[in-house]
């Protein structure tokens, strides 16, 4: 892990600039509402819509058939699996240039009538909007957001007018855009509606078996639906291609109101009536269980142009918290940690309640110890003996869960072997114990790492090897992958898988943007599909393993920060990705 990369805050500041310059300009050139109608006005249209049953116009509008009736300037534009908000695509547009990157469909409508125009969108400046209505032309937008966002606004067409171009666009400079569920709601222009239709809201949502951090749901399956997006007091948490689904993350003792809405190419159903749940009482509050598929996240404890985080707001998508990082001291193998003021903490006080309240919730938090510039070194009886006697009283004073081993200097398997042992016997069973080592690490069982993993596999929660910053590597089948490729991430994780780690001990690490690590990103729908070949069998690349392993622990990501500075983008395409494992 990196603690060094720095960010350019000059350059932001500069970005920010003109993003502020370009907002302004935007809101003196687009309408972000049409004017108010005439008592008059409004009956007649009412009148006229009547005559016709209202229908979604637009065409393609959930992308699942790809840009088919879209057409997106300067090539701009493509289907993605994900994020998605419905279905199984949505549309990601990217900004170059001087280009906005606008994607626009011609719609049908009818002379003197009132459509009501939505989509869901992601990203930052994203718009929505209508021209050539022969009335007035309307827009409206958001300054940026990391999840789903709805956008609407209406237009009333004219007289003579038999079509209107509906359009999406981002804005200069900025990242790419998202958007999904298309609605040009209104009377039939002619074109007729999407072949397929909306599916109807989901019947017969129903609750079952509840534990203090999670609930079984399930619901009545529609034949039109491609798939089902569940929602928590208003929020999306879950997406699910059948009709049940587990939602993780949930505090105990605690009420909450769940929903579902079924999805297909036309779009999103409205939200099922409301099920009630509350979760009972946890044996202690975030001990250290770790649920069967989980998501690992690093927690930078400095700053280094990452997006500054307390742990408060990290995403409730990450199940395991690794601080980072433990510190050396003078004595060999014993460790120590400085809350760095960088984080922007009141006291240690404070720190510590954020600890506590995360526990609560259902997480884990453990101390990381070594990342890239650690020099912690277990070498001898006595460094070990250090090693758990101070990891121990720091998960005594914080409250920590348990330790993370991220050693990219080298490790001796015999001592810390010893070490890891002596740290679990004071701190008990429900210790939680990880793991990130580099490829070049887990290559062969005779590695010192791969070594340490199966010595202490009794006592092992997850290996989270790192699948960036390597360069090429083999895979289990002894072919050579480079990395960035689902290839390279399913062939190297069966060389753990068929070496001697349960599968509930191996996920997958990776940076959660371009800026955490030097080499070896990979967009989150590649992990997803990943994870998809290693539990299911499906999404896989040229490697194919010869078996399934449905109790894959889950994935990881450097960092929380990181994913924070982009918007979430990580967390929130592979959390559910792996909450959602079979």
Known sequence: MDRARQGRPGVRRRIGAAIAVGAAAALGVT??????????????????????????????????????????????GAAVTSPVHGGAKALKATPSGQGTAECSQIVAVKPNSTYKLSSWVQGSYTYLGARGTGTTDVSTWTPGTSSWQQLSTSFTTGANTTSVTVYTHGWYGQ??????????FGPDGGGGPDPVEIPPVPAGLTAGTATPTSVDLSWTPSNTATGYTVYRDGTKVASASGASTTVTGLTPETTYSFQVSASNAAGESAKSSAVSVRTPKGDGGGDGTVPRHAVTGYWQNFN????VQKLRDVSSQYDIIAVSFADATTTPGQITFNLDPAVGYASVADFKADIAAKKAAGKSVILSVGGEKGTISVNSDASA???????YALMQEYGFNGVDIDLENGLNPTYMTKALRQLSAK????????????TIDMQSTSGGYFQTALNVKDILTVVNMQYYNSGSMLGCDGKVYSQGSVDFLTALACIQLEGGLDPSQVGIGVPASTRGAGSGYVAPSIVNNALDCLTRGTGCGSFKP????PSLRGAMTWSTNWDATAGNAWSNAVGPKVHSLP
């Open 304 to 307: 280094n142009g990452a997006t």
């Open 175 to 184: 990242s790419a855009y998202y958007v999904d569920d298309v609605s040009v």
């Open 546 to 549: 010869s078996k399934t392993y």
């Open 427 to 438: 701190a008990g069973p429900k210790m939680v114990l990880t793991m990130a080592p580099q």
């Open 31 to 76: 309408g972000l509402a049409a004017p108010a109608q005439s008592a008059d006005a409004k009956a007649a249209v009412g009148t006229a819509s009547a005559k016709a049953a209202d229908v979604n116009v637009a065409k393609n509008a959930g992308f699942e058939a790809d840009l088919s009736n879209w057409t997106c300037a300067a090539n701009s």
């Open 385 to 391: 003996t250090a090693f758990a006697n101070s990891a």
